[in-house]
């Protein structure tokens, strides 16, 4: 039987890059739900973050119509939550990471990619080290608020370039 | 087409106060999937995650973690601590020897020698207050080869049974 989790696309980086895009000309419309996974992302420098924005016709979205809500864990301090909108970016990091062990790992699932009448949603679930503290990650969930069809899914450093980490995507077949 | 959620072993146990499941991470994937989703506890009690290397299960002090507890009826509360022999208070609370919901967590790097092991979870139990829940995350400050997990309790308690199955996400 055919498995139902479906790779589509694939960045593993070893060397410093600017932004890593999934998606865009590798973009599979098949799915109504896909699934991002992050693992082991470490940044050239410290007390960065990572962003996303969505692509529209392979390009990253900048306008400013991103809204989004998170809830942070984290063991070394308070919880606590953020929220903000109309920004041209998704934050769902905070500014935590380094680079050495200080690495973001976690789940994106994203809705309504490819229905050109719908906003485009995204939920997030983040296990990460809170650079020279401890672990600490964002749960909560961001909407492009513009009726379009999206193709994936660009990341981006706050400063600086991301060293390390490797970025998937997937569908998930019906 | 061949999918990319592998499965990769189920293990169950009786009357085990630590329930280990061994030699289920490899190089073959980077990031698992772990549902627990038939388990009974003779305690009313929160369970530990530890992780497993080449000596056994690990106790040392390396762990960290961050829970908050979800409930439908009283506010919400948080668990976080540092430097721990164990995640305790990360995978939902439940009562004694009743049926229980189910709880997922992934594991994030187990298997590189050279990266700490991180863990995020999800559960829905049934304790003594309805409908409670949690969504935690934590971390192993330790850069080691990690080949399985243990899931126990502290005071002798035990699970009455258990079921995990593990699968690999390539």
Redesign the interface.
């Known amino acids: 039987m055919a498995g139902s989790l479906i790779k589509i696309d694939e960045e593993i980086v070893t060397s410093a890059v600017a932004t890593v895009e999934l998606g865009g000309t590798n973009w599979d419309s098949s799915y109504d739900v896909y699934m991002v996974k992050l693992n082991d992302l470490l940044a050239d420098s410290t007390s960065a973050g990572i962003r996303y924005r969505f692509l529209a016709s392979s390009s990253p979205d900048t306008s400013a119509n991103y809204d989004y809500a998170q809830y942070r864990l984290q063991a070394q301090s308070a919880f606590d939550t953020t929220g903000q909108t109309n920004k041209t970016e998704v934050n769902f990091t905070g500014t935590i990471m380094g680079t050495t062990n200080a690495s973001v790992n976690g789940i994106i699932y994203l809705f309504n990619s490819n229905n050109p009448s719908e906003y485009s949603f995204a939920t997030n679930e983040i296990s990460a080290f809170y650079y020279g503290q401890s672990v600490a990650g964002y749960q909560g969930g961001a909407v492009l608020t513009v009726a379009q069809a999206t193709n994936g899914i660009q990341f981006f450093m706050t400063s600086g370039n991301i060293a390390s980490g490797t970025f998937t995507l997937y569908g998930l077949a019906k | ?6 499965f990769i072993k189920s293990a169950s146990g009786t009357s085990v106060s630590e329930f280990s499941v061994t030699d289920c991470f490899s190089d073959k994937y ?2 698992y999937k772990i549902y627990v989703s038939d388990y009974k506890q003779s305690h009313t009690v929160y369970p530990y995650l530890r992780f497993i290397n080449s000596s056994g299960v690990d106790s040392s002090s390396n762990y ?5 507890q979800l409930w439908a009826n009283t506010t919400f509360g ?1 668990n ?3 430097n721990q022999n164990a995640m305790y208070d990360v995978l939902g609370y439940s009562n004694a020897n009743e049926p229980q919901g189910g709880i997922t967590f ?1 594991i ?2 187990p298997f ?1 020698s050279s ?2 092991t ?3 979870c ?1 559960s829905a139990t049934n304790s003594y207050q309805p409908a409670v829940g949690v ?5 192993q ?1 330790v ?1 080691q080869q990690v080949t399985g997990f243990a899931l126990g309790f502290l005071g002798g308690y035990t699970w009455t049974n258990i079921t995990a199955n593990v699968f690999g ?2």
């Open positions: 087409m061949a999918g990319n959620l592998e980077d990031v960290d973690y961050a829970g908050l948080q976080k601590n540092t992934d994030f790097n590189d990266s700490y991180f863990m995020k999800q969504k935690s995350i934590g971390v400050k850069a996400v390539k």
